[in-house]
């Protein structure tokens, strides 16, 4: 017995570029994420969002909430990763002075040398991993990947950012 041919709607579907899109993304992400995130954990102590958040925090102190909203996570989950970076002794939290307490908004975390130099050693360890499959396109044509890629990232964020959170949403009946 055999299945009948996919129809041709289904066929177009499947071919739909904004299935290509997603499935390519996948495709890298779990190509690259399984292996580097087991190297980050065993060479360095680190999950990706730990080592992300330490590149994020090369450039400026910052706050909690605004880290959490450059990386696109939950401040619950921020929090996380930074109660980790701080038990490593990677960042440390600060409380500006005159800033009200017990919500926060008065911390700003800073990168210290420990976390500078854990992060730049990481960092070899991401290249090793993402440089061969960028390799193949040369300078100009990574530069434009990654260019496009930070585009579409752009206007996905300013899109779901009016979508109401599905975690947030009221309860079915």
Do not use: K
Request: net charge neutral; charged share 20%.
């Amino acid at each position: 017995m055999s299945l009948p041919p996919p129809s041709p709607r289904a066929d177009d579907e499947l071919n739909s570029s904004e299935l290509q899109f997603l499935t390519a993304m996948w495709d890298i992400w779990q190509a690259l994420t399984t292996v580097g995130e087991a190297r980050l954990s065993a060479q360095h102590g680190l999950d990706l969002r730990g080592f992300i958040a330490l590149s994020y925090l090369q450039e400026r102190p910052q706050q909690p909430a605004d880290l959490a909203r450059e990386l696109g996570v939950p401040r619950y989950e921020i929090s996380r990763v930074l109660a980790a970076l701080d038990a490593q002794g990677a960042v440390t939290r600060e409380r500006r002075t005159g800033s009200p307490g017990g919500d926060g908004r008065g911390v700003i975390i800073q990168i210290t040398p420990l976390g500078c130099e854990r992060w730049a050693a990481a960092l070899q360890t991401i290249r090793t991993l993402t440089g061969p499959p960028l390799a193949h396109l040369g300078p100009a044509r990574q530069l434009s990947l990654i260019q496009t890629l930070q585009g579409v990232a752009h206007v996905a964020r300013q899109q779901t950012a009016t979508l109401p959170h599905p975690d947030r949403s009221q309860p079915h009946d």
